[in-house]
């Protein structure tokens, strides 16, 4: 199963998705975005998939500079 490990005989996830509600209202940009979205009261709206992605990335990785939208991290050696 992608996306999972085994810890004896339970799958576990492999980052703690109980936390992404918490990691995004954290997130000042991401709030700004949900909320302006909700304001235009849209029958159906999306947010890219980069938009969680690159938070629990980020997250994962220790991050604390958000990865840009594009997803591509510059590093300047």
Do not use: S
Not at 43 to 53: C, I, L
């Amino acid at each position: 199963m992608a996306g999972l490990y085994t810890e004896g005989a339970k799958v576990t996830p492999l980052f703690p998705m109980h936390r992404l509600p918490d990691w995004i209202a954290e997130d000042p940009l991401r709030c700004q975005v949900l909320t302006c979205v909700a304001q235009l009261h849209l029958p159906d709206a999306w947010v890219a998939a980069g938009f969680v992605r690159n938070l629990v990335w980020d997250h994962l990785h220790g991050y604390t500079v958000p990865t840009p939208a594009d997803g591509h991290r510059r590093h300047l050696f």
